[in-house]
Nanobody, 122 residues
Framework: QVQLVESGGGLVQAGGSLRLSCAAS????????MAWFRRAPGKERDFVAR????????SYADSVKGRFTISRDNAKNTVYLQMNSLKPEDTAVYYC???????????????WGQGTQVTVSS
């Protein structure tokens, strides 16, 4: 049974930092691209960042480039999102997802977590 379990969300002031984690099980983790998406209230689910199977290739949305860092530990079947210099517009539910290629769009992803809320106060 595939499971993706996110953790690390919470309430933080603007300018602060959070580190999200996503623990995966039930599939061969190191053969999947892992990504983070987010959905703000009233908006579509948007791409945030992705990391290829071995961690050597990453990609970010322009809105988070230079502030967020995605990484993975294949020995622990876990993907991380380090979020620095947080802004109120980063407020959203953050989801991790797995894709067996290197997709950018939600429709390309096979497995999804339940999400973790990140709230950034001004």
């Amino acid at each position: 049974q595939v499971q993706l379990v996110e953790s690390g969300g919470g309430l933080v002031q603007a300018g602060g930092s959070l580190r999200l984690s996503c623990a995966a099980s039930g599939f061969t983790f190191d053969t999947y691209t892992m990504a983070w998406f987010r959905r703000a209230p009233g908006k579509e689910r948007d791409f945030v960042a992705r990391v290829y199977r071995n961690g050597g290739l990453t990609s970010y949305a322009d809105s988070v480039k230079g502030r967020f860092t995605i990484s993975r530990d294949n020995a622990k079947n876990t993907v991380y999102l380090q979020m620095n210099s947080l802004k109120p517009e980063d407020t959203a539910v953050y989801y991790c997802a797995a894709d067996d290629r290197f997709g950018r769009y939600p429709s390309e992803y096979d497995y999804w977590g339940q999400g973790t809320q990140v709230t950034v106060s001004s």
